[in-house]
C-alpha cells in the first residue's frame, strides 16, 4: 500500500509540475511586456502598446517571458498613409548565434500601395524562408488580429483568423525546427529604407514623422520556457498542453481551403518557387507538403 501511494504522490507532482509551466497573459502589456530601445517615446499602458518612429530613432519592446509552444496573438494596427521605407515587427525569438525565429513583419509602402506581409522562420540561426502577401483590407484602417500558433507537429500564421502560411515538422527528414528553445515576444517599429520597399528605392519621407504603430490585446495562451526541462515538458501530451491536441495537429478541412485562398489571390513571394535564389537547389521542405 504504501508503494502505491508513493506512485500516486510521484504522479500528482508531475502533473503539478507540467501544469506549472501552462501561462495564460491576457491583454495587459504593462504586467506582460517592457520597452527595450526608444523609451524616450514609445509607451504601454494597460492593454496598449505604441511604438513611434521618428528621426531620432525607433522603439521596441519584448515580453518578459519566454515560451515553447502555444499560440501568441496580438491586434495590430499599422501606420496610415505613406509608410514606405518603414517596417513594423512582430515576432518571436530566442537568443544566440543558433537562435530560432519565428516572424511577422509588415513592410510599408507608399500613399494608396499595399503594406507587404513579410513571414519568415530562422532555425538554428538559419533563415531565408519567406513567403510575402499583400492583405484583404487596409491594416492601417483599424486593428486586426495577428498570431502565431506553433506546437511540435506545425507553426501556423494567422490574419484575422485565416491561416495564411504553414510551415511543418519535418526534423526526421533532415529539416530544422524550432522545438528547444524558449522564444520571448518582440515588437518594434524601424527604418529599412535601404530594403523594405521596392528593394529600398523608396526612401522614407521624414515630413510624416512621427511614425506610430498601435498594438492592442497580448495575448499568449503557451507553454513557459523553464530551461531545458521544459523541452520536454511543454511538448507532452497532457490535457494541460491543449495545443498538443489532433485538433491542432493539422488545419481543418476548411482551414486548407482558406489557406488556399489566399495563396492563391493574396501571395507575391514564396522561397520554395524562387530556384534562381537557391543555385537550382530547393530548400528540402520546399517538396513536402505544407498543409
Known amino acids: 500500500m504504501a508503494k502505491f501511494e508513493k506512485m500516486l504522490v510521484a504522479l500528482f507532482i508531475c502533473v503539478v509540475v507540467l501544469v506549472g509551466n501552462i501561462v495564460q497573459v491576457?491583454?495587459?502589456?504593462?504586467?506582460?511586456?517592457?520597452?527595450?530601445?526608444?523609451?524616450?517615446?514609445?509607451?504601454?499602458?494597460?492593454?496598449?502598446?505604441?511604438?513611434?518612429?521618428?528621426?531620432?530613432?525607433?522603439?521596441?519592446?519584448k515580453s518578459k517571458r519566454s515560451f515553447l509552444f502555444g499560440s501568441i496573438e496580438m491586434l495590430i494596427k499599422l501606420i496610415p498613409g505613406n509608410a514606405a521605407g518603414i517596417v513594423t515587427a512582430y515576432y518571436l525569438s530566442s537568443t544566440g548565434s543558433q537562435h530560432d525565429e519565428i516572424d511577422f513583419e509588415f513592410l510599408g509602402n507608399i500613399t494608396g500601395q499595399p503594406y507587404t506581409?513579410?513571414?519568415n522562420i530562422y532555425t538554428q540561426g538559419k533563415g531565408n524562408k519567406e513567403q510575402q502577401f499583400y492583405l484583404w483590407f487596409d491594416p492601417a484602417a483599424d486593428f486586426h488580429n495577428y498570431t502565431i500558433h506553433w506546437n511540435p507537429t506545425q507553426i501556423v500564421w494567422y490574419v484575422d483568423g485565416l491561416p495564411i502560411r504553414v510551415f511543418q515538422n519535418y526534423e526526421n527528414h533532415g529539416v530544422a525546427y524550432p522545438n528547444k528553445h524558449g522564444m520571448r515576444v518582440y515588437s518594434s517599429l524601424w527604418n529599412a529604407d535601404d530594403w523594405a520597399t521596392r528593394g529600398g528605392l523608396v526612401k522614407t519621407d521624414w515630413?510624416?514623422?512621427?511614425?506610430?504603430?498601435?498594438?492592442?490585446?497580448?495575448r499568449a495562451r503557451a507553454c513557459k520556457w523553464n530551461g531545458a526541462v521544459s523541452i520536454n515538458h511543454c511538448a507532452s501530451n497532457v490535457p494541460?498542453?491543449?495545443w498538443i491536441s489532433p485538433l491542432y495537429k493539422q488545419l481543418s478541412?476548411?482551414?486548407?481551403?482558406?489557406?488556399?485562398?489566399?495563396?492563391?489571390?493574396?501571395?507575391?513571394?514564396?522561397y520554395c518557387a524562387d530556384s534562381k535564389r537557391f543555385n537550382g537547389q530547393l530548400p528540402p521542405e520546399c517538396s513536402k507538403t505544407q498543409l
Open 207 to 218: 515630413r510624416g514623422a512621427p511614425f506610430i504603430a498601435s498594438f492592442h490585446h497580448f
Open 253 to 270: 478541412y476548411s482551414e486548407k481551403g482558406q489557406l488556399n485562398w489566399v495563396r492563391k489571390n493574396y501571395m507575391i513571394y514564396d
Open 26 to 61: 491576457d491583454g495587459n502589456f504593462s504586467k506582460s511586456m517592457y520597452l527595450t530601445w526608444g523609451v524616450q517615446h514609445a509607451s504601454i499602458m494597460g492593454e496598449d502598446l505604441h511604438l513611434v518612429l521618428d528621426t531620432t530613432s525607433g522603439s521596441a519592446a
Open 240 to 242: 494541460a498542453n491543449w
Open 117 to 119: 506581409v513579410n513571414t
